[in-house]
């Protein structure tokens, strides 16, 4: 919160207007008749006046039948459509990373050469066809 009225650079005002003035319903009707009967009441700019076929929403326009490009709601859609596209692509993309991280495991059988079954790695023999064992 600033303490503006401390700053160096503000004075108390000289003249000020007294402050009943200020809820006197007589002044402000005085004032009201001086700033306001003076001259044309300004109502708003000459472009702000509405051509025929415009629509203050895109549902007055189709509640008139008329036709609408809804470019925006297109926009929001394919807006819509690449986050999500983006959101699945990164997801999609951390599951593979995931899957290629986890390295095979040390194998502990090895095949033997005449019969093709399993063997323990550290065997001499097959136990199955009693050949060597491939190193
Ligand atoms: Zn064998």
Redesign the pocket.
Known sequence: MSDVASLPRLRPANCQLPVSWYFDPEIFAREKKLLFDAGSGYVGHELMVPNVGDYQTLAAAKEAGAVTINYGAFLNLVLDFLIVALAVFLLVRAVERMKKQEAPAEPTTKK??????E?PKAARR??????P?PA
Request: glycine fraction near 0%; aromatic fraction near 8%.
């Open positions: 033997c050469n005449e019969c093709l079954s063997i097959c136990a199955f066809c009693t050949s064992a």
